[in-house]
Every structure is written in structure tokens, then in C-alpha cells.
């Protein structure tokens, strides 16, 4: 069983910074690809970052580059979305995500396990 946990989630204002965090069980930090996806209402779920199990490369959609920061502990079998200079259209679920081997790390369909989600809501 690989179970994902997610926290941080809550209501900031736009410009505000919020750090979410995913524990993972087991050494699944280490095995895996880990994602960050997002899901407004009414809208698909979208790719927000990626990182490798080494951590030496991560890849983030256009609309959060330069304003999010995937990273992990594996020691305490930890992954970090660090949200900086949030905006209103960032208010949305966010889910971290696991794969084992995915053809494309930005596709939700290629995860294998998924967190249970923490709202995230930025005012204006």
C-alpha cells in the first residue's frame, strides 16, 4: 500500500506565500517520480510540477515557473510545493502524486497513487 498525505492547504491573500506539504509511506519518495497536480471547479485536472527521485531535475507548467518550488526529503519521505506570490486563479485542489515509471510526467493519467487533496484558496 502506498498512502499520500497532504497539508498546508488554507485562505491567503494574492501575493502571499503558502508551502504545502506530501508524506509518503515507506521508501515511495525514493522509488517514485512525484508530481503536483491541481483541479479548479469545473475545470480538468492540471500539471503544476514534477521532480525525479534523485531531485535533480523538476519541471513546472508556465503558469507557476518562477513562483512555485517543487522539492523532497526523502529522509522524512517528504515532498514541498513551495507557493510564492500566489494569485486568485491558483485557488484550486491540489493533489500530489506518485508514478513508477510514467511515459509523460505531466499527464495525471500516468500516476499510480494520489493524495487525498488540500484546498487552496488566494483572494484578491
Known amino acids: 500500500q502506498v498512502q499520500l498525505v497532504e497539508s498546508g492547504g488554507g485562505l491567503v491573500q494574492a501575493g502571499g506565500s503558502l508551502r504545502l506539504s506530501c508524506e509518503a509511506s515507506?521508501?515511495?519518495?525514493?522509488?517514485?517520480?512525484m508530481g503536483w497536480f491541481r483541479q479548479a471547479p469545473g475545470k480538468e485536472r492540471e500539471f503544476v510540477a514534477v521532480?525525479?527521485?534523485?531531485?535533480?531535475?523538476?519541471n513546472y507548467a508556465d503558469s507557476v515557473k518562477g513562483r512555485f518550488t517543487i522539492s523532497r526529503d526523502n529522509a522524512k519521505n517528504t515532498l514541498y510545493l513551495q507557493m510564492n506570490i500566489l494569485k486568485p486563479e491558483d485557488t484550486a485542489v491540489y493533489y500530489c502524486?506518485?508514478?513508477?515509471?510514467?511515459?509523460?510526467?505531466?499527464?495525471?493519467?500516468?500516476?499510480?497513487?494520489w493524495g487525498q487533496g488540500t484546498q487552496v484558496t488566494v483572494s484578491s
Open positions: 502524486a506518485a508514478a513508477r515509471n510514467p511515459r509523460r510526467d505531466y499527464a495525471a493519467n500516468e500516476y499510480d497513487y
Open positions: 515507506g521508501r515511495t519518495l525514493s522509488t517514485h517520480i
Open positions: 521532480i525525479s527521485q534523485s531531485g535533480r531535475s523538476t
